[in-house]
């Protein structure tokens, strides 16, 4: 069962790591197409702000699921993944986040980041995210926002054991993110309450 597990894991590392490599690109062009457009004054601006905002915003999702998903996570340093997601959430501009410096290896701070994910999947309305790190080594992730929550597919798929095959496109990141959990040598707890959502990894 569990080098199932692994090999399932893997193939979802490199299949998420193809699927970046192969939109980087595209996504880069549309950037400078952007760009050219306005230096020559073909587009008016309202276009362009829109072109550049989807560009960036992007842009910037794709080196997150590059680093959550792909096998640069693996080595990948703590601050190089708090700042994509910063920049990602900035781009967005409806969730704020706090992730102070908590000295943690590549490894803990990949599972961080993809609690970071899935705790703003529980904010439809935006608000506010923030990681903290207890002494004794257990790891918080607390989001705060209007009808925060998470859709029961997705707690299920954290807090119990599910088959692949009942899987979909909606909830394998929290399945991804458990599975996470217990290859970093913890375990994933769900806490919910009126406006708030809580990640533990303990």
């Known amino acids: 069962m569990e080098q199932d597990r692994a090999v399932e894991l893997i193939l979802i590392e490199l299949i998420s790591s193809r699927i970046c490599h192969d939109l980087v ?5 549309v950037n400078a197409g952007a760009e050219l457009m306005g230096e020559a004054g073909v587009a008016d601006d309202e276009a362009l702000a829109l072109m550049r905002k989807s560009g960036l915003e992007a842009a910037r999702r794709l080196q997150l699921f590059r680093l959550a998903f792909g096998r640069a996570g693996n080595s990948v340093d703590t601050k190089s993944m708090r700042d994509a997601v910063a920049q990602s959430f900035e781009a967005e501009g ?4 706090q ?16 609690m970071v994910m899935l705790a703003r999947e529980a904010l439809p309305f935006g608000g506010d ?20 929550a998470f859709r029961p597919d997705i707690e299920n798929v954290m ?6 095959e009942e899987l979909d496109p909606r909830t394998v990141h929290g399945f991804f993110l458990r599975n996470l959990a217990h290859r970093t040598g913890g375990a994933l707890s769900v806490l919910q309450d009126d406006g708030n959502v809580a990640l533990i990894y303990d």
């Open 99 to 114: 992730w102070d410096e908590i000295g943690i290896d590549p490894a803990h701070g990949r599972l961080v980041l993809n």
């Open 159 to 164: 807090k119990n054991e599910v088959s692949p």
């Open 25 to 29: 690109g595209p996504v880069g062009a």
């Open 94 to 97: 409806k969730v704020t986040l």
């Open 129 to 148: 995210i923030r990681v903290m790190r207890e002494s004794e080594g257990r790891i918080t992730v607390n989001a705060a926002g209007k009808r925060a």
